[in-house]
């Protein structure tokens, strides 16, 4: 029994870095398991970035830079164990989380984008708090993917953490940062929205070839729960869906004059504008190119 005791101490000490206290306890209890062995899992990965980062980083004293990033980083990490999330790794300002690891998770997808919903919302009220210690006002963007990737101890004889990696978690960062592109808070996978579409509106943003991949990828925005919505609600986001859908129809069949012009009469909308001056670029490009 004290054997096991103390492995059961040294796998729950493991994991509380990395997963919720309650999940580390379940873990425990099994400590026999090779949770650290790599091996494929599904996994629903979440990548989490501070907008605009590097230049705060050069505006702003170190320390400041330390207590912006704590005051950030502490509720969006309790936001992400919340929800039954593990924390990979923090990357500067980034934090990369998935669910699936170590132990399974039910509708890991619907449960990182309620978290992601609930990350974008309590930055929200934090504005107020960081104004009031006179740090910069900050937006987030997220990237949220799913599917199988290695998970384990991986590393080297020096260092070694508890990971994931592969083209899916690869994949998962590549569309948090077309968040800033589209000026959005958070965009999924189309196997994200499949997921959690009977519970969340989507709006369809693009289809686009993200850098390292050969076939394109459908691009969402979640917009809102279903059932928070009334009438009126719902209707005013189908109809900003209806005319993004028709802007994008229109590049989508190479007709650039109408393209356009469909995008400049989006460019003054407190939604999609960002979105529309990111096309309008891209037309142009496509113009210089002489693409049609």
Request: proline share 3%.
């Amino acid at each position: 029994f004290p054997s096991h005791d103390k492995a059961s101490k040294r796998v729950e000490g493991t994991f509380a870095r990395y997963v919720p206290k309650e999940v580390a306890r379940r873990l425990a209890r099994d400590p026999d398991r090779d949770l650290m062995k790599a091996r494929q899992h599904q996994l629903t990965i979440m990548v989490t970035d501070i907008a605009g980062f590097t230049g705060l980083a050069r505006r702003l004293p170190p320390e400041q830079i330390a207590q912006l990033l704590r005051e950030v980083l502490t509720p969006l990490s309790a936001t992400i164990h919340e929800h039954q999330g593990t924390i990979d790794k923090y990357i500067g300002d980034a934090i990369m989380a998935f669910g699936g690891a170590p132990l399974e998770v039910e509708k890991a997808e619907l449960r990182a984008l309620d978290a992601a919903m609930m990350m974008v919302s309590r930055l929200s009220v934090l504005q107020d708090s960081l104004k009031a210690k006179e740090l910069p006002r900050i937006a987030i963007g997220i990237g949220i993917h799913s599917g199988m990737a290695y998970v384990g101890d991986m590393g080297s004889s020096y260092r070694s953490t508890y990971t994931a990696i592969g083209d899916n978690v690869n994949l998962a960062a590549r569309v948090e940062g077309l968040t800033r592109f589209y000026g959005v808070s958070i965009l999924v996978t189309e196997t994200v929205m499949k997921s959690c579409e009977s519970k969340y509106l989507f709006r369809f943003v693009d289809r686009v070839i993200v850098k390292g991949y050969d076939s394109a990828v459908s691009i969402y925005e979640p917009l809102a729960l279903l059932a928070s919505l009334n009438e009126a609600q719902g209707e005013l986001y189908r109809s900003w869906m209806k005319e993004w859908e028709d802007a994008h129809s229109l590049y989508r069949s190479a007709d650039w004059e109408e393209a356009r012009l469909a995008m400049l009469r989006l460019i003054a909308h407190p939604h999609l504008g960002a979105g529309a001056k990111a096309f309008l670029k891209r037309i142009d490009r496509m113009e210089e190119n002489g693409l049609s």
